[in-house]
T-cell receptor
Framework: SQQGEEDPQALSIQEGENATMNCSYKTSINNLQWYRQNSGRGLVHLIL?????REKHSGRLRVTLDTSKKSSSLLITASRAADTASYFC????????????FGAGTRLFVKA | SQTIHQWPATLVQPVGSPLSLECTVE??????LYWYRQAAGRGLQLLFY??????ISSEVPQNLSASRPQDRQFILSSKKLLLSDSGFYLCAWRKVRGDGYTFGSGTRLTVV
């Protein structure tokens, strides 16, 4: 399977609930990034967490990284209808190259 | 502040016709520039990246090419489009490897 796989593929929640998305990867990494993409638009960078960090916050977003399990999670608290989008994780492998590996994304739908 | 411009937003081209997509970055110098393609409901596939003027690295052999005639200009081209070239093309930049990306708004290319 591909490096940078998100789980679940799709998630539907009510406004005000928390949304948790997971990402797994296979190789050693320098960093892991989370992006949001609204339909038909470019990706927007949310958070970058480096391999020596375990948790990072930005507003209603919380990202964790467990390098021993090669996994990360993105938590969106108190979700809003405007959070409806696809969310992608991306990893920069620790190999010295320029290729970032993107997952296929989690489609989040927040019902008002 | 840094901005990235990508155009056109949508393009419908006949099979066999040429292609030119342009991307420019403002507010920074010597950025690392990238062209990605995204199939519907999928993650991003790296096509080309450039770390400097005239320096192009190709990740996927196909009938597309890229050029970087100026420091902050990145062009994606084809001499003869194929049906399989249809997709959503995204230009992106980052200052150095290991940073997060800033993406353009994307070009929806449909080859008919």
């Amino acid at each position: 399977s591909q490096q940078g796989e998100e789980d679940p593929q799709a998630l539907s929640i009510q406004e005000g609930e928390n949304a948790t998305m997971n990402c797994s990867y296979k190789t050693s990494i320098n960093n892991l990034q989370w992006y949001r993409q609204n339909s038909g638009r470019g990706l927007v960078h949310l958070i970058l967490i480096r391999s020596n960090e375990r948790e990072k916050h930005s507003g209603r977003l919380r990202v964790t990284l467990d390098t021993s399990k090669k996994s990360s999670s993105l938590l969106i608290t108190a979700s809003r209808a405007a959070d409806t989008a696809s969310y992608f994780c991306a990893t920069d492998p620790n190999t010295g190259g320029f290729k970032t590996i993107f997952g296929a994304g989690t489609r989040l739908f927040v019902k008002a | 502040s840094q901005t990235i411009h990508q155009w056109p937003a949508t393009l419908v081209q006949p099979v066999g016709s040429p292609l030119s997509l342009e991307c420019t970055v403002e507010g920074t110098s010597n950025p690392n520039l990238y062209w990605y393609r995204q199939a519907a409901g999928r993650g991003l596939q790296l096509l080309f990246y450039s770390v400097g003027i005239g320096q192009i690295s190709s990740e996927v052999p196909q009938n597309l090419s890229a050029s970087r005639p100026q420091d902050r200009q990145f062009i994606l081209s084809s001499k003869k489009l194929l049906l399989s070239d249809s997709g959503f093309y995204l230009c992106a930049w980052r200052k150095v490897r290991g940073d997060g990306y800033t993406f353009g708004s994307g070009t929806r290319l449909t080859v008919v």
